[in-house]
C-alpha cells in the first residue's frame, strides 16, 4: 500500500491551487458560485463505494484493496484520534483543503481510482474556477518527464451528473490515466482513474464508475 500510494504522491501534488498561484481566464461575472450543492463524504458498503451527495458509485473487482481512512489521513497530514467516530473524521477531512474520499486499487496490475475533493475557498481566487479551468492546472502541473499527452476534454455524466473528462498517457503508453472533474459547491471533485493499458482498457476502468 505504501508504494501504491507514493506512485500516486507526483500527481496529487497538481491539485493545490495556492501552491500554483494560477488564476483562471473565466470568473463569473458576480463571483459567485455555479453550483448550491455541498460535498460530502462517500462510504463503503458491501465492496461498493457510494457518494450521495454526488449520486456516484464505484464498484471495483473482487480482490481489489480498499485504503482505510488512516492511510488517507497520513496523505493529507491529518492527525485521528484513537477514538474518532465516522462523523468526526469525515468533519476532520472535509476542514482539509484537499480531501481524498477515496482510493482503491488492483493489487496485482497497480489500477486504482482515487476520489479527492478540493476546497476551492481555501485558494485565492479559487472559487472562481470551473471544470475546465481547472483540468487545464491540473496538466500544467503534472512531471514533464512522464511524457504525458492528452486528448481534447469532453462531457460525460455519471449519475445524472455532468463531468468534464480527459484522457491521457504516460511513460511510452505504459500508463494511462482518466480525469473527470465536477464541481459541486465549493468543491472541485476529481475522480483520476489510473491503469496499464497493457493489462486493462480505459473502457473496462471507466465502467466501474456508475448511478449510485
Known sequence: MKKWIALLLAAMMAFALVACGETPNNENKDGSETKTEEFARGEWKDGVYTNASLGLAVTPPEGWVVASDEELAEIMGVVLENTATTAQISEEFLKAQ???????????????????????????????????????????????EYGYTFSDGETVTIGGREYYMIQATALDGALGQDYLFTRIGKHMVSVIVSYSPLAVDSDTMLAMLGDA
Do not use: H
Open 98 to 144: 484537499n480531501c481524498y474520499d477515496m482510493m482503491v486499487q488492483d493489487p496485482v496490475t497497480g489500477a486504482n481510482i482515487l476520489l479527492m475533493a478540493e476546497n476551492l475557498a481555501l485558494s485565492v481566487g479559487g472559487t472562481s474556477y470551473d471544470e475546465k479551468a481547472y483540468s487545464a492546472v491540473v496538466i500544467n502541473g503534472l512531471p514533464e
